[in-house]
């Protein structure tokens, strides 16, 4: 379970998960489950050329008060998805995210049995 | 058997709060369904409602309807929630007809056949 609990600590970050099938995508890390199944939110994805199923193109007309102009947005029309554990390669955590001290101590512990 | 409160239902990384929602379902081998998810499991099983499988080949695409199917969890991918308030291709895609994309399909599936006999018969060049 170590790789749960870390995974729970890193909940809220920004995490950029490699599927088997090289998809990579982005996003907001809003939970995750024992099969390692992860949700993100606000997700993109890395290289937006190849899946135009991912992408949308939207444009937002946005009007201030004084001022007025245009906002071109380039989103996903998926906003949050979860990601089957098996289909995952690789995880990206934020550098900030990897505290080494405590996974040694972690890893010890549950190496002891516990 | 028991069954998750509705305070497990958020916090965990359940399919739940997907239910009856519009969702994209990425298979393993490419297929992109979309449907209205009725029921799923910890396997990520999914009964889909009114399901379409979209296949896109270069700038067109179609939205092919297939009904109610039961997806095996292993070939799951990704299951995405579509923001339904965004338009979800980019204007420069084009909507065309079943016949239609399956001829592009084809076409698709054939160039790149034969890009591979091509490469197999170059292989002495030794081009990499």
Redesign the interface.
Known sequence: MLFFSYFKDLVGREVTVELKNDLAIRGILHSVDQYLNIKLENTRVVDQDKYPHMITISIFDWESVDTSFKILQFGLSVRNCFIRGSVVRYVQLPPEGVDIELLHDATRREARGG | MSWAGPEDIY?????AS?LDKKL?VLL?D?R?LLGILRSFD?F?NAVLESACE?V?VGDLYCDIPLGLYIIR??N????????LE??????S?TRVSEAEIRRAQKAEREATDLKGTMRKRMEFLDLD
Do not use: H
């Open positions: 916090l965990s990384t359940s399919l997907y994209l393993r490419g992109k910890q990520a979209r896109i969890g292993e799951v991918v990704l299951i995405g929630e579509l923001d965004r338009e979800e291709l980019p204007p895609m």
